[in-house]
């Protein structure tokens, strides 16, 4: 709930309270999403247009090997437990070859990353809101698309790097040995910028999709407590307006996440075969090669698993940021009482 939509007393919570109350949510959602987002991962980089011919590891769950594709007459060496048929599919499959735990693959840099991405992306929003309302009023409704685009492409810009690394660990079951001795190759060979790999097509996915759920979200929030005849939102309706937006702008993004996964995960194949490649392509030129072997429907990949993450993380997120900011609100109404 939005301090300055409460009334006349507005008890404001301080940058560090909004701080502590993001972390909490932050923590629960990683852990509870993790699993879907390593499925969307796998599935979507399957269908990378830019592996056929190219050698690559393939993870059993015991060791890992190196692989050819079979084209043009050359046969693969090793034996493959099948492409993924879909959500259920990949969920069975990974966890029959490699084991339940990688469901959590990637996790210790999401949680790294998830920490601070949310203090920074959660805490610049609500104090641009602040600053936006003092100054355009409180009933502007293009306050939440202007602070939840600021807000998300600062956050995307400082944690890029960890998302690249998250997104290494759960295409593929990596050491951090080996992903220690992939990001020194890679930072001797491109420099650091290469650690921003991705960051584009990121923006790209984020930046709408921040736009798109805080302006849904603030709508279907006055909305749900019009219906209800509630002057405050309550638990559930933060809940349900988290929800809904966010599957909403999870559809409407889908296509950059796909391409933003696509670029990360090419970057790490190893060059077992002297081809170039190309790893220097645009968003929309991937976004022609993924249409042109998958059809628009390869645009797509990874929905079910995206939706089922995003709506209920969303969900979560929102509810427990904005129980921790009320507790806080309550803690420093109380204390204006005795001073």
Known sequence: MD?????????????????????????????????????????????NPFSKGKCFVYSNGLMDHLCVCEEEGNKAWYKKPGRFQGTLDAFLKIIRNEGIKSLWSGLPPTLVMAVPATVIYFTCYDQLTYFLKSKLGENESHIPIVAGIVARFGAVTVISPLELIRTKMQSKKFSYEELHRFISRKVSEDGWISLWRGWAPTVLRDVPFSALYWYNYEVLKKWLCEKSGLYKPTFMIHFTSGALSGSIAAIATLPFDVVKTQKQTQLWIDECHKISMPLHMSTWTIMKNIVAKNGFAGLFTGLIPRLIKIAPACAIMISTYESGKAFFQMQNAGRQQYQ
Not at 19 to 25: D, L
């Open 3 to 47: 301090p300055e939509s409460e009334g006349p007393q507005i008890i404001k919570v301080t940058p560090l309270q909004q701080m502590f109350a993001s972390c909490t949510g932050a923590i629960l959602t990683s852990l509870m999403v993790t699993p879907l987002d390593v499925v969307k991962i796998r599935l979507q980089a399957q269908r």
